[in-house]
């Protein structure tokens, strides 16, 4: 079955630097990766999405990048504030069916003013 | 438009104690509806998925267990509480045309 791999587990950027997080997967007939963002002691929620037809999306100061021959996909955060402090899981699952999402384990994020 | 419920909220139970947690979705039909867990400063680990009524599949061997009574509900059970089954309960579903997973509130148990 597919495996998600995230790095880094924790990352601490200042105020307006940018924070890129890291993920790989194992099964090359994964599809779809999907960002979630979590808050303390809420549910995870969508930010960005990619799928294997593109390479790369951007959404304001958010971006996505996805090497298939790699097998691995980045978040990249631009001009960061303290709002974007959270913990951000990628996953990875093929689209359609009953195919599930296999999530990373994570990445607290401190965004520092 | 769709949303999905979750409850309840918070519950604190005893080790051996019977649990059940209880996820509707509403606005949608036919769901693939998935049960996660997250224990305390960890990722999302996937229990339970079903893609139709009576239809669970197990992602991980435990005390658990998943029933999907009717279409938009989906419910966790055990018969007894071990502490490690302390954690952040979620109930998640998608459609099956797209790949985008919408998860409830959650369920905070705590197992003493």
């Known amino acids: 079955g597919e495996n998600v791999e995230q790095h880094p587990s924790t990352l601490s950027v200042q105020e307006g630097d940018s924070a890129v997080i890291k993920c790989t997967y194992s099964?090359?007939?994964?599809?779809?990766f999907p960002w979630y963002k979590q808050e303390l002691g809420k549910r995870p929620q969508l930010i960005i999405d990619?799928?294997?037809?593109?390479g790369e999306k951007k959404d304001q100061r958010i971006a996505v990048t996805l090497n298939k021959t790699a097998k691995h996909f980045s978040l990249h955060i631009t001009e960061t504030q303290p709002e974007d402090s959270a913990v951000y899981f990628c996953?990875?699952?093929?689209?359609?069916?009953?195919?599930?999402?296999?999530f990373g384990a994570g990445t607290r994020l401190a965004v520092h003013p | 438009s769709q949303t999905i419920h979750q409850w309840p909220a918070t519950l604190v139970q005893p080790v051996g104690s019977p649990l059940s947690l209880e996820c509707t979705v509403e606005?949608?039909?036919?769901?693939?509806l998935y049960w996660y867990r997250q224990a305390a400063g960890r990722g999302l680990q996937l229990l339970f998925y079903?893609?139709?009524?009576?239809?669970i599949s197990s992602e991980v061997p435990q005390n658990l267990s998943a029933s999907r009574p009717q279409d938009r509900q989906f419910i966790l059970s055990s018969k007894k509480l071990l502490l490690s089954d302390s954690g952040f309960y979620l109930c998640?579903?998608?459609?099956?045309?797209?790949?985008?997973?919408?998860f409830g509130e959650g369920s905070r148990l705590t197992v003493l």
């Open positions: 099964d090359s007939a994964s599809n779809y």
């Open positions: 079903s893609v139709g009524i009576g239809q």
């Open positions: 996953a990875a699952s093929e689209t359609g069916g009953y195919n599930k999402l296999i």
């Open positions: 990619i799928r294997s037809n593109v």
């Open positions: 606005g949608t039909s036919n769901p693939n």
């Open positions: 998640a579903w998608k459609s099956q045309l797209a790949g985008e997973l919408f």
